[in-house]
């Protein structure tokens, strides 16, 4: 029997961040966050963090940008290893098929957001977060969870991104209301929105974002080997919601081209999880018009293409 060849990471990375670099439709910058409207959008960077310990990136692989929606990765996880199952009396697990701050179904379905990760989701997860803990409370813990996954405490919160957010979010103001009005949020709006701001101002770079998220490519632990973030059950239930409803309503479309789990953020940044394989992070702040990189969704195609990476692989 042959043995599958290993794929040439180092030069797949490189080739795909100059081909990155060539493009000129890159899609556009969000700018209903007036503070992210400034970002240049002739960025592109990508971090691959393998089983082996290496980090393979090119690009503009050191340069923080706003994660936004990929947080809700990190509270997602952070929630149900408080609050286990209970997490999903608030929120459901299947995809939405309508746009990351819809609020159409919500009364449909009596105020329970369909997942966690569009935004009625997210910010029912961190309802659940603040029941324990004070807002500056839930926010220190949201951030030294995501420094020991990142094992890097240079993560930090850009407060100039979360002050913009919630001079207009007004749109999650609503979504926040709405669902106290049925008892799926039971905290104060505002000070749950004030967690939500924040922990969507998370600023990371693609290094750090791959690392992050290595708890997710091997079964909950930061590395095949290493320490233990959450059990590998839930790791493997984070993964079947990333690739169900991380891009929204373009997230059948990831899985068909892509084949991985993956989270997307208006920042432009993904984070992508090739299990037992690799955590990969990339970013280009261009959106197409589901509100995802644009390039970043081309360039892991290409990745997951390359490599012959996929959860559909017989291999
Ligand atoms: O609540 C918002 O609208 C933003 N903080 C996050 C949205 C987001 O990243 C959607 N992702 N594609």
Not at 41 to 57: E, K, S
Not at 70 to 90: D, I, M
Not at 152 to 158: L, N, P, Y
Not at 189 to 203: E, Q, R, T, W
Request: with cysteine.
């Amino acid at each position: 029997m042959s043995t599958p060849t290993r794929p040439d990471l180092h030069r797949i990375v490189a080739e795909i961040a100059a081909e990155m670099a060539a493009e000129t439709d890159r899609g556009v910058v969000a700018d209903y966050i007036p503070q992210l409207a400034g970002v240049r959008p002739d960025q592109f960077g990508l971090a691959v963090a393998t089983a082996d310990g290496q980090l393979i990136a090119a690009g503009d692989t050191g340069v923080p940008f706003s994660i936004q929606s990929v947080s809700k990765v990190f509270t997602l996880a952070l929630a149900l290893g408080r609050h286990g199952n209970a997490v999903w009396e608030r929120v459901g697990r299947e995809p939405s098929g309508d746009p990351f701050n819809s609020i159409v179904q919500l009364e449909h379905e009596r105020g329970r957001p369909r997942n966690p990760f569009i935004n009625a989701g997210a910010i029912a997860v961190t309802d659940a977060i603040l029941s324990h803990y004070a807002p500056k409370e839930a926010l220190g813990e949201i951030l030294r969870f995501i420094r020991f996954l990142a094992g890097d405490d240079d993560v930090a919160i850009d407060p100039a991104v979360a002050r913009s957010e919630k001079q207009s979010g007004f749109r999650n103001v609503a979504l926040a209301n709405f669902m106290r009005s049925y008892g799926i949020v039971t905290g104060q709006p505002d000070k749950v929105l004030g967690v939500y701001f924040h922990h969507c101002a998370i600023a990371m770079s693609v290094r750090q974002l791959a690392m992050a998220g290595r708890f997710l490519a091997f079964d909950g632990r930061l590395a095949p080997d290493g320490r233990r973030a959450v059990s590998a059950r839930m790791a493997r239930q984070i993964n079947a919601l990333m690739l169900t409803c991380g891009h929204y309503d373009g997230s059948g479309d990831f899985a068909f081209r892509v084949g991985l789990p993956g989270k997307s953020g208006v920042g432009g940044g993904i984070l992508a999880v090739a299990p037992g394989r690799a955590s990969i992070g990339c970013w280009s702040p261009g959106l197409n018009t589901i509100g995802n990189s644009q390039l970043a969704s081309r360039a892991l195609e290409r990745l997951a293409r390359r490599t012959g990476w996929s959860v559909f692989a017989a291999r």
